[in-house]
Every structure is written in structure tokens, then in C-alpha cells.
């Protein structure tokens, strides 16, 4: 048996290597010609409406609108469809923080679901007993690349009257039943952070196709202002830039080779691990009817059968100088900002005399999100790795696993 470096043996990589995404000739080109002209900001030059334009119709609805993140995009999708002050949202508690933020954020509040323990997407099921007089939408998330039960989640949401809100960070490019994500429900929320499957370092994207609420997302993103220095409603500026956008123009036209290249790092992990499946831990498996983008490769062990806990198996795995990180340590509600109930001071939104109801965050809310806090483990699949750096990775993993297995 080989002995992990954690415990005095040799490491399965020398150094440890970061990874950045390679931007291309043309995208440092597209770049530089923003650059010389001078017109960097929103509205100034052409890239951001060309940017929105293509964004569209890779997507597939009628409206694409250009911000500064992936947060903006969902404080934006939320915000347009006019959900506020004593209003509920029923989402994951499975995701980054900014899945719930973007709720409070508009002063309204999350209340959470549980997930499937396969996907790790919200669970529909778990949907229903959490609706109330109060409930104006489901936000859900397309964890990883993996798109959420939607049809299911649209007939809930039809039945009750709500809105559905897509949080696609990690998706672009998903399918749902040969649908591109993000234009299935009423509005969704691209992010193209750096380590996003296409980035423009920091940017995001709103996607809907109704008129309604793209009108009300562009007032909300531009200080609220139907013209210059005419302001109609509280609005921020969440504006792209130009430079983000030729940057976006770029990858967006080789999304289908960036996705592939995920999907190959995301294959290997597959071969190296499947000997260890369902017994040290449990592989990703993609339903059927759906287009996997592996933003990326996420991984439950099962501590039943292993010496150790998760968060010494990921020591020992950096140890073996390979990158693996947890997505996500705890779910959203068990950070201290959903135990206290307090974001905006004085308690608010919780305890706003608008929202009049007593909501509390406890332990077991959703024990299959918290059994995956405990025990996921998370393998990137970035823009800038290599094969071998995929098969050193899966290496390391399994090497400290077997090592500690009862
Ligand atoms: C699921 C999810 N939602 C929202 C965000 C927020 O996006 P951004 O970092 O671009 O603000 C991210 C990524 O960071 C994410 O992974």
C-alpha cells in the first residue's frame, strides 16, 4: 500500500501547481482593441450589447442582460420580478452563499428545501411543505454543471403561482431535456467568474424571456433611471464593462470546446475512481435526460468506511500537492449570518413587522444537504489542467483513501 506524504511517504506531485484559464490570441486581441478605443464602460463602446446579443442566442431567450457579476445577476433576477419586503423564496441550502444572499439581499427570505443525494440538486419533494401564503418563487441551482429536476419544479411552481429563477453560475451551457438552462424558468443567473466554465474574470448574465421582467432588470442595474438623471426606482449600478465583454465575446464563441475539455478532466476522474465507487465514496452520475457541464466534479466519501474524517483526507490529499477543494463545507444556513437572523441590523428581514413570521434555521433542517457538507469532496476541473494533472489529482485522492480505509 502507498504510504500518503501526511503520513512520511513521497508525494504523488513534486510542487503544487495553480491553474489559470488560457485566454486566447484572439481574446487578448479583442481585449487590447477596447483597450485603444478608448471606450471602456457600458453603453460607450459596442462589446456589451454584441456580448448580450450572442448570450441570447447561445441561450435560447429572447432577453440577455450584462452585469458585473454573478451575484449582480441574481440580486438582479430576484429584484425583477418584484419580490421584496415579507416575501419567502424556497431554495437550496446546498450552493454558494450568494444563492441566499441574493434573497435577503431584496429583503425577502430564504427558506430551504433539501437535496437529492445524487445530483445535489434541490430535491422537488422537499419543495411542496415549505410553500407558503407568503412564498413568491423557487430559486433553484444547477449545482456543478448538473441542471435541477426543472420539470417537476415548473409544475410546482405553476401550481402554487410562483415564479422560478435559475441560478446557472455553473451551468452554461446545461441541458435540461435538450433545453439550454436558464431560459426554462422565468429568469436566470449566469456567472462568469475566473473559475467559471467561460469567465470574463468577474461578470454575469441575466437571461428571461419575458419583456417584463427584462425592463425591470435594466432600470434595476442602471441606478433605476428610465433616462439620464431620471430615477424611477431604488436601482444600483451593476453595470459590465466593455472589457469584460470582448473578453466574454471570446469565450463564449468556444464555450463548446471549454465544456468539453471540463467533460474530459470529469471522464478521467471517472476511470481513475470507479474501482472505489460505493465503497469509499460515492461517483457523480449524470441523469439521463440531461447535458452535464462539470463546472465541477463533486464527490460524496463514505465516511462509514473510512479511519478518518473528510477534512483529513482533503489534508492529506493537498499534502500530496494536487489541488482539491470542498463545495461546500457547510450548508448556507449554518453559517452565522442564517443563526443569527440578522443582516440589515435590528434582526432585518427576519424580524421585519412586514414579514411577521417566526422562521428559524436549525440543525437537521436538511439532513442529506448537511450529510453532504460533511462529506463532499470537490475536484476541479479548471480551464488550465491538463490530463495528467486530472490523473495526478484522482491519483492522490485515491491513494489517501484506500491508505485510510477500515
Ligand atoms: C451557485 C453560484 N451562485 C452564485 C455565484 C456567484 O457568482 P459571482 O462569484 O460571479 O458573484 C456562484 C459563484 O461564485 C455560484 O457558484
Given at each position: 500500500?502507498e504510504?500518503?506524504a501526511?503520513?512520511?511517504g513521497k508525494?504523488v506531485?513534486?510542487h503544487?501547481k495553480e491553474y489559470f484559464?488560457?485566454?486566447?490570441?484572439h481574446e487578448?486581441?479583442?481585449v487590447?482593441s477596447?483597450?485603444?478605443?478608448g471606450?471602456?464602460?457600458?453603453g460607450?463602446g459596442?462589446?456589451?450589447?454584441k456580448?448580450?446579443?450572442?448570450?441570447?442566442e447561445?441561450?435560447?431567450?429572447?432577453?440577455?442582460?450584462a452585469?458585473?457579476?454573478?451575484t449582480a445577476?441574481l440580486?438582479?433576477?430576484?429584484?425583477s420580478?418584484?419580490?421584496?419586503?415579507?416575501d419567502?423564496?424556497?431554495?437550496t441550502?446546498?450552493?454558494?452563499v450568494?444563492?441566499?444572499?441574493?434573497i435577503?439581499?431584496n429583503?425577502?427570505i430564504p427558506?430551504?428545501?433539501?437535496?437529492?443525494l445524487d445530483t445535489?440538486?434541490l430535491d422537488p419533494?422537499?419543495?411542496v411543505?415549505k410553500i407558503?401564503p407568503r412564498?413568491?418563487?423557487?430559486?433553484?441551482?444547477h449545482l456543478?454543471g448538473?441542471?435541477?429536476e426543472?420539470?417537476?419544479?415548473?409544475?410546482i411552481?405553476r401550481?402554487n403561482?410562483l415564479?422560478?429563477?435559475e441560478?446557472?453560475?455553473?451551468a452554461?451551457?446545461?441541458?435540461?431535456r435538450?433545453r439550454?438552462?436558464?431560459?426554462?424558468g422565468?429568469?436566470?443567473?449566469?456567472?462568469?467568474?475566473?473559475?467559471?466554465n467561460m469567465t470574463?474574470?468577474e461578470?454575469?448574465?441575466?437571461?428571461t424571456n419575458s419583456?417584463e421582467?427584462y425592463?425591470?432588470a435594466?432600470l434595476f442595474v442602471?441606478h433605476g433611471?428610465?433616462?439620464?438623471?431620471?430615477h424611477v426606482?431604488?436601482?444600483?449600478?451593476y453595470?459590465?464593462?466593455?472589457?469584460?465583454?470582448a473578453l466574454?465575446?471570446?469565450?463564449?464563441?468556444?464555450?463548446e470546446e471549454?465544456?468539453?475539455?471540463?467533460?474530459?478532466?470529469?471522464?478521467?476522474?471517472?476511470?481513475?475512481l470507479?474501482?472505489?465507487?460505493?465503497d469509499?465514496?460515492l461517483?457523480p452520475?449524470?441523469?439521463?435526460?440531461?447535458k452535464h457541464t462539470w463546472?465541477?466534479y463533486?464527490?460524496l466519501?463514505?465516511?462509514?468506511?473510512?479511519?478518518?474524517?473528510?477534512?483529513?483526507?482533503?489534508?492529506?490529499?493537498k499534502?500530496?500537492?494536487v489541488?482539491?477543494?470542498?463545495s461546500?463545507?457547510?450548508?448556507?444556513?449554518?453559517n452565522p449570518l442564517?443563526q443569527k437572523?440578522?443582516?440589515?441590523?435590528h434582526?432585518c428581514?427576519?424580524?421585519c413587522?412586514?414579514?411577521?413570521?417566526r422562521?428559524?434555521?436549525k440543525?437537521?433542517?436538511?439532513?442529506?444537504?448537511?450529510?453532504?457538507?460533511?462529506?463532499?469532496?470537490?475536484?476541479p476541473?479548471?480551464?488550465?489542467m491538463?490530463i495528467?494533472?486530472a490523473?495526478d489529482t484522482a491519483k492522490?485522492?485515491k491513494?489517501?483513501?484506500?491508505y485510510?480505509?477500515?
Amino acid at each position: 500500500m502507498e504510504i500518503p506524504a501526511i503520513e512520511g511517504g513521497k508525494p504523488v506531485r513534486e510542487h503544487f501547481k495553480e491553474y489559470f484559464p488560457r485566454i486566447s490570441e484572439h481574446e487578448k486581441q479583442l481585449v487590447l482593441s477596447v483597450l485603444e478605443s478608448g471606450r471602456l464602460a457600458s453603453g460607450v463602446g459596442v462589446f456589451v450589447r454584441k456580448f448580450e446579443e450572442k448570450f441570447k442566442e447561445f441561450v435560447g431567450t429572447r432577453h440577455a442582460l450584462a452585469v458585473s457579476s454573478g451575484t449582480a445577476a441574481l440580486h438582479t433576477a430576484v429584484a425583477s420580478l418584484g419580490i421584496g419586503v415579507g416575501d419567502e423564496v424556497v431554495t437550496t441550502p446546498f450552493s454558494f452563499v450568494a444563492t441566499a444572499t441574493a434573497i435577503l439581499h431584496n429583503n425577502a427570505i430564504p427558506v430551504f428545501g433539501d437535496i437529492e443525494l445524487d445530483t445535489l440538486n434541490l430535491d422537488p419533494e422537499t419543495i411542496v411543505d415549505k410553500i407558503t401564503p407568503r412564498t413568491k418563487a423557487i430559486l433553484v441551482v444547477h449545482l456543478a454543471g448538473h441542471p435541477a429536476e426543472m420539470d417537476e419544479i415548473v409544475k410546482i411552481a405553476r401550481e402554487n403561482n410562483l415564479a422560478v429563477i435559475e441560478d446557472c453560475a455553473q451551468a452554461i451551457g446545461s441541458e435540461y431535456r435538450g433545453r439550454k438552462v436558464g431560459g426554462i424558468g422565468d429568469v436566470g443567473a449566469f456567472s462568469f467568474y475566473q473559475s467559471k466554465n467561460m469567465t470574463t474574470g468577474e461578470g454575469g448574465m441575466v437571461t428571461t424571456n419575458s419583456e417584463e421582467v427584462y425592463k425591470s432588470a435594466r432600470l434595476f442595474v442602471e441606478h433605476g433611471s428610465e433616462e439620464r438623471y431620471y430615477h424611477v426606482l431604488l436601482g444600483w449600478n451593476y453595470r459590465m464593462t466593455e472589457l469584460q465583454a470582448a473578453l466574454g465575446l471570446g469565450q463564449l464563441a468556444r464555450i463548446e470546446e471549454l465544456n468539453r475539455m471540463r467533460e474530459e478532466i470529469a471522464k478521467i476522474y471517472t476511470e481513475e475512481l470507479e474501482s472505489l465507487d460505493g465503497d469509499l465514496l460515492l461517483l457523480p452520475k449524470p441523469k439521463k435526460h440531461v447535458k452535464h457541464t462539470w463546472h465541477i466534479y463533486q464527490v460524496l466519501l463514505r465516511l462509514e468506511n473510512l479511519r478518518v474524517d473528510r477534512d483529513r483526507i482533503i489534508e492529506a490529499v493537498k499534502r500530496e500537492n494536487v489541488l482539491v477543494l470542498v463545495s461546500y463545507p457547510r450548508t448556507i444556513y449554518e453559517n452565522p449570518l442564517f443563526q443569527k437572523l440578522d443582516a440589515y441590523g435590528h434582526g432585518c428581514p427576519w424580524f421585519c413587522p412586514f414579514y411577521g413570521r417566526r422562521i428559524a434555521y436549525k440543525p437537521g433542517l436538511a439532513p442529506r444537504a448537511e450529510l453532504a457538507a460533511r462529506s463532499v469532496v470537490t475536484l476541479p476541473t479548471l480551464a488550465g489542467m491538463s490530463i495528467e494533472d486530472a490523473i495526478d489529482t484522482a491519483k492522490a485522492l485515491k491513494k489517501v483513501l484506500i491508505y485510510y480505509r477500515k
